[in-house]
């Protein structure tokens, strides 16, 4: 069954501006600091490239689409007798980008299984190096194909054309292959006696974006922390979004097509209050400093500002919009032998008013923000480049 939900969708608006910062922070913390640093990449920040839904069988792949013409879309397909990667799969992920930075931005990464689970947040035993070593085939053998939808930012842009690709390749290899790669691995694996390692090779378009500002610092620590998966996915993409600002606001429907999480009408419900338990885990981990749900009568009408301080943009710097901030999943498909399971449609609409409407919005949205408990007040400039993000006017 079809299910058409109206909502609005909040755009960013205006030129692109890119404003240049030093973005190798590692250099700028101390020791103790950067060693929690970690670069993720932009494209497995704002897609669902790890499922959060546990119900997905092997076999079966998954196709989100961006809109209505069905020509933007993303499509992650397992290999065969496998599953899509997962929740699990994202924290090694993860701990890979902790040995890339490691080992100093490499496009070939090494370890030994015991190494990868520390970086991870995984303790140690048979049962999961067992679930290491699947998450790893998963991560080497599922396809995705990104169709006009891949930023790629040596282009500084999304890529309007198909791109076919795995996230990573794995190998064996020995001690001695591996330093023939890079000297320095000696060094790095000096305390140990090892004749075998794991070598990890990222796909090229991915690791262009991790070492040419297509990237987003994060704490490691943060995240292995985030005990929800949808949590853990939520903070990064708001994150991303709010780029720097210190509120930002988004409507359940949104973030429910971002995550994704179901918004057929009997689902709904559950959706929001899973976003709630997201935003409840981010507060009491102070990852944001606080959160407004308005219901608006219906759950299908929600949304939710967030609040943030000065002290979470520690290791943030200013990017340009990569356009990936406005895409909304309409629809989502299993790639299965099995019948379509899921259909979202969600239409997109953005509120018209007049000058003299939009000027007395901008009042009441500064007297709101004024008697909230911010450090910082928002100016009249930014609450107006705030609100164009959901009025037009006319």
Not at 19 to 29: D, H, Q, S
Request: charged content about 30%; proline content about 2%.
């Amino acid at each position: 069954m079809e299910v058409k939900v109206k909502t609005e969708l909040i755009k960013p608006e205006g030129q692109i501006k890119i404003e240049e910062e030093n973005y190798e922070i590692e250099k700028l913390l101390n020791m103790e600091e950067a060693k929690n640093i970690i670069r993720i990449e932009m494209n497995t920040i704002e897609y669902p490239l790890f499922t959060k839904n546990k119900k997905i069988d092997v076999n079966t792949g998954i196709k989100y689409i961006f809109n209505e013409e069905k020509n933007q879309f993303i499509e992650v397909i397992p290999a065969l007798n496998t599953k899509i990667p997962h929740e699990f799969d994202e924290r090694i992920f993860h701990g890979l980008m902790s040995l890339l930075r490691d080992q100093k931005y490499n496009r070939k990464v090494y370890f030994y299984y015991k190494l990868l689970m520390e970086k991870s947040g995984i303790i140690y035993n048979g049962r999961t190096l067992k679930a290491v070593k699947e998450s790893l085939n998963r991560l080497s053998t599922t396809s995705y194909t990104f169709n006009n939808c891949f930023y790629y930012n040596p282009n500084s842009n999304i890529l309007n054309r198909e791109i076919k690709t795995k996230i990573l390749s794995i190998d064996t290899v020995t001690f001695e292959e591996a330093v023939k790669v890079s000297n320095e691995l000696s060094e790095y694996f000096y305390h140990h006696k090892i004749k075998e390692l794991i070598e990890v090779t990222f796909d090229e378009k991915i690791f262009d974006n991790i070492i040419s500002k297509g990237f987003l610092y994060f704490n490691a620590t943060d995240l292995q922390l985030i005990e929800y998966d949808v949590a853990r996915s939520l903070f990064t993409m708001i994150t991303k979004w709010r780029n720097k600002a210190l509120y930002i606001k988004r409507y359940s429907s949104f973030i429910a097509s971002r995550i994704p999480l179901s918004w057929k009408k009997e689902n709904i419900n559950k959706s929001v209050k899973s976003i709630i338990k997201a935003f409840d885990e981010l507060k009491e981990k102070k990852l944001i400093s606080g959160y407004n749900f308005e219901k608006n009568k219906k759950y299908e009408n929600s949304y939710f500002e967030i609040f943030f301080e000065k002290t979470h943009n520690k290791n943030l710097f200013s990017i340009h919009k990569t356009g990936q901030e406005q895409l909304q999943i309409t629809g989502m498909k299993n790639l299965s032998k099995s019948k379509l399971k899921y259909t979202a449609e969600i239409a997109i609409d953005k509120k018209k008013v007049t000058l003299e409407e939009f000027n007395n919005l901008v009042l009441k949205q500064m007297e709101k923000t004024n008697n909230m408990n911010f450090k910082v007040k928002p100016n009249k400039e930014q609450t107006e480049n705030y609100l164009l993000q959901e009025y037009e006017i006319i």
